[in-house]
């Protein structure tokens, strides 16, 4: 399913309560929204969190099959063919159970290790749920994601670009 001018349901945390009773669509549903900041759409999917998970906002996300979504672990993962990687979105942290909108594509922002550089290939970085522009394994390379402003001293949010992210000879 594909919902069109979803902007109202971003960020926002649902229970099994809210599944169970209808509130959301099926998890694996898409979603377009406009852009909050700049111009453009973005394109969101709905997720489950997996079991021990704790997502913040921005923070860089492995989507299983069955869209359950993790932690994008730190440093090289071990990378499987249908696993897509989404940034979470989410006004709270969101644990076990909860279900989240993710974004695939569009103007974002993602946590970003310090003093990470924009435009340039992106990588997971010491931080699980992070990304970091210090490659020092092909296996760890990011696609379809990049930063548009640097990360600073502090690292935290930053601006980028999502373009259905995925490892890199995993699109």
């Known amino acids: 399913m594909y919902i069109i001018g979803m902007s109202g349901a971003i960020g926002t945390v649902y229970t099994e309560d809210d599944f169970t009773k209808g509130k959301i669509p ?4 898409r979603g377009l929204a406009p852009a909050a900041v700049g111009s453009g759409t973005q394109e969101f999917i709905l997720c489950k969190v997996a079991a021990s998970q704790n997502l913040v906002k921005g923070q860089l996300v492995t989507v299983s099959a069955s869209y359950v979504a993790t932690v994008a672990v730190a440093g090289a993962p071990a990378v499987t063919v249908r696993q897509m990687l989404a940034v979470a979105v989410c006004t709270v942290t969101a644990s ?27 990588t997971h970085g010491s931080t699980a749920g992070n990304v970091d522009d210090t ?33 890199e000879g995993y699109h």
């Open 26 to 29: 099926n998890v694996g549903t």
């Open 96 to 122: 076990v159970s909860q279900y989240i909108w993710c974004q695939i594509w569009g103007v974002g922002q993602v946590l970003a290790s310090t003093a990470a550089d924009a435009n340039v290939i992106l």
């Open 135 to 167: 490659v020092a394994t092909a296996s760890a390379v990011i696609a379809g994601i990049f930063l548009t402003a640097s990360s600073g001293a502090s690292g935290g949010l930053t601006a980028c670009i999502l373009n259905y992210p995925a490892y």
